[in-house]
């Protein structure tokens, strides 16, 4: 069974810069989608940002022009780079991979905390 493991979080001053990383024991070529979600304390989780198999990209309005998602399959690892950071941005962000075939199958990552001090 593929696992996921998130790493980049951290502190990070508004207006910072920082890049998450989800490594998978497996080939991310497999999922139909990859994606990042977020949660902070007393909110729902939601998505951040998702890339396709085919490579195409889509963005939670709330990151849209600031984060961008991508990937490099030979490494196997699917990243965010955040940029522009907000307070607001403030979660545990986890990685989760779809695959979509007779059924929905979602692998999720343990999650790493990002913290944007004001």
């Known amino acids: 069974q593929v696992q996921l493991v998130e790493s980049g979080g951290g502190l990070v001053q508004a207006g910072g810069s920082l890049r998450l990383s989800c490594a998978a024991s497996g080939s991310i070529i497999s999922f139909n989608v990859m994606g990042w979600y977020r949660q902070a304390p007393g909110k729902q989780r939601e998505l951040v940002a998702a890339i396709a198999k085919g490579g195409t990209t889509n963005y939670a309005d709330s990151v849209k022009g600031r984060f961008t998602i991508s990937r490099d399959i030979a490494k196997n690892t699917v990243y965010l780079q955040m940029n522009s950071l907000k307070p607001d941005d403030t979660a545990v962000y986890y990685c989760?991979?779809?695959?979509?075939?007779?059924?929905?199958?979602?692998?999720w990552g343990q999650g790493t905390q990002v913290t944007v001090s004001s």
């Open positions: 989760n991979a779809r695959r979509q075939e007779w059924r929905i199958s979602d692998i």
